[in-house]
């Protein structure tokens, strides 16, 4: 595809259901990121793939949030047992490594927690 | 990670320059300077970024200053849809730092 792709734009669930967010990065982005954006707050840092090191899962915010990167492609966000807190949008973004790495995002997937 | 500070917001009118700060003090010798803007409603989408000389795209100029601890985005001329909020990060030159750190960035406002 021509850009980071990312399924569903929008998800409505009940509070105490899971939930899967997809992203699928550029072709050949060896690095991938996840944000997660709360209306009218900044982007706050989830996670971080890069190649086949190790992710960076430091700003994932609770043990109910997780995140899985296959065959270095495809990206999966999964959060278990919503909640309320965790209504925002989650964003994907991409990029290749070296030559300072300029970030492509998707347009993201907007997250309702009722 | 090395931090970045920007006015919280600007206004300007349309069809006049603009000139978006930041901050970057703590600057290392490997890091570029990136800019990204966020339409409403949409994702972040990459502006300009530079190293140690100054840039020009399409889109935008960036101005780096000498001692690289600052820098200054610049639309030369501002259109109503320029308004966004633009954030600008540090990005290391092997593009492999973990953890970028967008910050609040600046919301721009423009009018006619």
């Known amino acids: 595809g021509a850009g980071v792709s990312q399924s569903p734009s929008n998800k409505v669930t009940e509070k105490g259901k899971d939930v899967e967010l997809r992203c699928d990065p550029i072709?050949?982005?060896?690095?991938l990121y996840w944000y997660r954006q709360s209306l009218g707050q900044g982007l706050e840092f989830l996670i971080y793939?890069?190649?086949?090191?190790?992710?960076?899962k430091s700003g994932l915010p609770s043990d109910r949030f997780s995140a899985e990167r296959t065959g270095g492609s495809v990206s999966t966000l999964t959060i278990q047992r919503t909640q309320q807190e965790d209504s925002a949008v989650y964003l994907c973004?991409?990029?290749?490594?070296?030559?300072?790495?300029?970030?492509?995002f998707g347009s993201g997937t907007q997250l309702s927690v009722l | 990670d090395a931090k970045t500070t920007q006015p919280n917001s600007m206004e300007s009118n349309e069809e006049e320059p603009v000139h978006l700060p930041c901050n970057h003090s703590?600057?290392?010798?490997?890091?570029?300077i990136h800019w990204y803007r966020q339409l409403p409603s949409q994702g972040p989408e990459y502006v300009i970024h530079?190293?140690?000389s100054n840039v020009n795209n399409r889109m935008a100029s960036l101005a780096i200053a000498e001692d690289r601890k600052s820098s200054t985005l610049i639309l030369h001329r501002a259109t109503l849809r320029d308004a966004a909020v633009y954030y600008c990060?540090?990005?290391?030159?092997?593009?492999?730092?973990?953890?970028?750190?967008f910050g609040t960035g600046t919301r721009l406002q423009v009018t006619l």
């Open positions: 973004a991409s990029s290749f490594k070296g030559g300072g790495g300029k970030l492509f």
């Open positions: 072709s050949g982005h060896t690095a």
């Open positions: 793939f890069q190649g086949n090191s190790a992710p960076d």
């Open positions: 703590t600057i290392s010798g490997t890091d570029y």
């Open positions: 530079g190293l140690t």
């Open positions: 990060i540090l990005r290391d030159v092997a593009g492999t730092a973990s953890k970028l750190t």
